[in-house]
């Protein structure tokens, strides 16, 4: 396997494990297991971080490019 595609494995997985931490933490009534997911949240988010800092170094991730002053100002209408 090649190393891109470990690298958008892995951030694919990371990114599903934030989604899991975000709708446990939210459904959670237990005040200690709540902040108890709220760290390993945060912990997963750092590795996050730098597995995509390693993808734009190698350019396996390009980013979308961002969004004109007229297309946020239309989302913000709608919204």
Do not use: W
């Amino acid at each position: 396997m090649e190393e891109k595609a470990m690298v958008a494995d892995a951030l694919v997985g990371v990114n599903g494990e934030l989604k899991m931490f975000g709708d446990m933490i939210a459904q959670t009534e237990d005040k200690e297991l709540k902040q108890c997911l709220k760290q390993i949240r945060n912990q997963c988010e750092m590795s996050q971080e730098k597995l995509y800092d390693a993808a734009r170094e190698r350019s396996y991730y390009v980013p979308a490019a961002k969004a004109t002053q007229e297309e946020i100002e239309h989302v913000r209408s709608i919204l």
